[in-house]
């Protein structure tokens, strides 16, 4: 499945403990059957995705 890194990078991310008030409000939201909510959760997906490539980036410049 060509989207099967993206989910894993996103579960990763929440799964991580720094990130414990953000996976409660993640599991709330998947758990709710409401478009405000669905949009909430996008925006969660898409913060996971910029925060990893971010550090993918800058592990990436770290090693030069």
Do not use: K, N, W
């Not at 579960?11 to 909430?40: C, G, K, Q």
């Amino acid at each position: 499945l060509p989207c099967a890194p993206a989910v894993a990078q996103i579960v990763d991310f929440y799964l991580s403990d720094a990130h414990v008030a953000e996976r409660t409000e993640v599991v709330r939201l998947a758990s709710a059957d409401d478009d405000a909510s669905r949009e909430l959760l996008r925006g969660y997906v898409r913060e996971a995705q910029r925060t990893s490539y971010t550090a993918i980036i800058a592990d990436a410049e770290a090693r030069g």
